[in-house]
C-alpha cells in the first residue's frame, strides 16, 4: 500500500510510458482512493483477489451474501406498506410525474430517510443490508424514484456526516436527515465530470467563516436530491489555486438570492434538466460570496469522502437495479401470459421465456451482489473489487433486461405513464452515476491486481523505464520510446533492447515472478487430473443444489486461470498497459461474469426451487457470455482491433470521418467553454 502523498503504480507507469497528464490525474484520484483504504482498514485481502490469486475462500464466506438477504427479509415492510399505501391512494406522484410531498411526509413519519442514521440521532439505527431490502422492495414495486432519493440521502448524503463529520455537524444536522430533510452531494461540475479531483468551485476563508464560489463553469450539475431548503455536501477548493479540496455542508436557501437585494451573495439552484430521474430533484447550484460557517467543513478530503461513500451507493445501486428487474419481470410475464401471440399466448414460446428468464436472472445477479458486497464489508474485508464489478454487473444486467422487457411487452412497454416506460431511463442511467461502469471496471482490474503487479511486475516495467531515459537525464521523445521489448522493437532499437533484457534479467524481482511461474503451473499440472471428477466429490460443491454445483465450479476454475490471462497481457503489452484500455476493460467484464455466476449459485443455494432455476439459467446465460470473450488466445484480433480503433479516433480528431463530416453537431447541455457559456448564460440565466 502506498502512503499519502506517495504516487500509485499506475500512476507511475503512465508517467513512465509518456502520459503525464494521465499520471498526474490518476496519481490524484489514487491518493483519495488510497486514504480511503487506510479509514476502511480492511482486516481480509478483497474477495475478487483471493479467487484469482488464491487462496480460495470459504463457501460459507460465498454464501454470507444469502444468508444476510434472508436475515433481513420481512424488515422492509413497514416503510414499504405506508409507500404503496400511497401509491394505492394516487398520492404518491404528482400530476407531472415528481414524487409527491404526500409521499415524503408518509415515509418520513417511518423514519426512512434516516434509516441508517443511529438512534441517537433520530434515525431507525438500521443497518446497510436491511437498507437495501428497503431500495429493492420499493423498486420492485414501482416507486424506483424514491429509492434513489433514498439511496442518495443516506449513501453519499447522510453517510458522509455518519463517517467523517465531527460532534458538532453530526448533532446539527443529522436530526434533519433524519426527519426528512433533503440531503445532496455536490461534487460534479459543469467543466468536470469523472475527473473528481480536477473541481473549480472553492472557498475563500473569512473570519467569520468560508465564502463559497461556484460559478459558470464550476456551477455544481446534476446533483440529485439538491432542492431549495435542503442540505448538500458541496466538494470545494480550499482557496482559489490551491491544490486542497474540503468538503462542506451547505444549507441552501428557501430561494434563489441575487445580490444587491440587501444580500452580499448570489444563489441559485435550478433544475438540471437531465431527462432521467425525473421523478427526483436534481439541480444545477450557482455560489457567489455564498457564506458558509467555519463548523460547517467536514475534517476531511471532498474527493476522499466521496469515494468512501460511493462503495455503499453501489450496494444500494445494484440492489435498486435487482428491484426494478422484478418489477419489469413481473409487469412481462403478467402480460406474456395474457397476450395471444402468433399461435397461442407469449409466454408458451421459447423466446420470451428466455426473456423473461433473463430479466429474472439480471435481478438474482443485482441481488446476490449487492448482498455479498454488504456482507463482506460488514465482515471487514476489502470491497475493492466486488463494489465495482457488483454496480456494473447490476447496471448492465438492468439495461438489457429492459430490452428483454421490451421484447416481450412489445409497443406497451413504451406506453407514456406505465412503470416499464418509466424504469427505462433509469435503468440506463444506473451505468453512468456513481462511477461509469467501463471506466470502474477498468479500475477494478488495477485494485485487484495490483497487489501481484507490486510483488512480480514492478521490475519489469523499471527496466523499460530505464531504457527511455535520455543521454542528459531526460526523457526520450514520444517516437524513441520502448512500450514493450518484443521481435519489433528489437529490430527498431536492438542496442536498447538488448539492454533492457540484460537489465531484466540481473533483476531479482525478474527471479520472483519466474518462481511464481514455476510454482502455478506446477500445481496447476497436480490439480489438472481433479477436472475428471464429477463436481459431487469436492465438499466445496456437495453444498450447493445439484444443478448449480457446475457452474460454481466453472467460475472457481477460470477465475483462478485468470491469474495466467493477467500476466499474459502483461507480458504482452508490458508498459503499453496503461492505455490498452481494451485488453483491460475484456478482462474486467471476465471477472464480471465469472464472479457473478458464483455469487448467484451460492445466493440461491438457500432458495426455492424457483430461485434455483432461474440461478441455473443465469449462470448458464453468464457462462456463454464469458466464454464470448476472447483475450490471450485472440491477441492478434485484439491488436487488430485496437489499430482499427486508433485509427477511427484519429480521423475523428482529425476532422476526417466522411460519415460524419457533413452533419452538423448539436449544442450539448451545460457548455463549459467561456464563449459557449456566456450564450447558455443568458439563456437559463445561470
Ligand atoms: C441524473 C444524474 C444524477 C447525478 N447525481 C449526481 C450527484 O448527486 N452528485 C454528483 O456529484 N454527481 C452526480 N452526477 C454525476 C455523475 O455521477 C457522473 O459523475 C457524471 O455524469 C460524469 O461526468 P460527465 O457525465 O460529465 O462525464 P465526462 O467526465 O464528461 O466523461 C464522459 C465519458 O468519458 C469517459 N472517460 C473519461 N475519461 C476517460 C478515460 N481516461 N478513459 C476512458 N473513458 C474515459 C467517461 O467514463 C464518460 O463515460 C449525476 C449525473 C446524472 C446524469
Known sequence: MNGAGESSTTARALAAAGDAESARDVGALDRAAQA???KLAARRVGLVERLIYGPPPAVAELQSGGVMAQAVSGSEEAIVAVALGCLARGEAFTANGRLSTALRKTVAAEKAYGYTVTAEFGGRGASYGQLAAVEEALAANGLGPLAVEISGQLTIGAGSLLAYGDDHQQRTFLPLVAEGRPMAFGLTEVGVGVNAKKVQAYVEEHADGYRLFAEGAANKLWITNAVYGGLVGIVARIGKDSPNIGLFIVDLPAQNVEQGMGHDYEFRCEPSGVAAFLANFNSRLHFRNFPVPKANRIPADGVEVLFYCLRMGR??????????????????????????????PVIRHEVPRLNLGRILGGALQARALAYLSLQQDADGVDLAGLRDLTKSASAGAGVESMLA????????SFH????????RVNLHLFGVVEGEDDLILMGMVRDITQRFVDRYLGALLGVIQSVNVAPDGGKLPEGERILRIGLATLGRHPARSVAAVARLLVQPKFWLLAGWVVRNAAADLLRSPLCLAPAACFARYRTLPKPLRRYARYAERKLRMLRWSYLGISLFFQLELTRAQIPLQRFGKCVEHLVSMLAICHHAAAGDASLQQVAALQAQLLRDKYRAIRIVSGLSSLQRTRRMVASIGASIEAGECSLIEDVDPQDFGHPWSAASQTSAQRRTKL
Open 416 to 423: 407514456g405513464g406505465s412503470r416499464v416506460n418509466d424504469a
Open 315 to 344: 450496494c444500494m445501486l445494484a440492489a435498486m437495479a435487482a428491484g426494478y428487474q422484478r418489477m419489469l419481470a413481473r409487469d412481462a410475464s403478467h402480460y406474456a401470459l395474457q397476450r395471444l401471440g402468433v399461435g397461442g
Open 405 to 412: 422487457a421490451e421484447h416481450v411487452l412489445g409497443g406497451r
Open 36 to 38: 480511503v483504504e487506510r
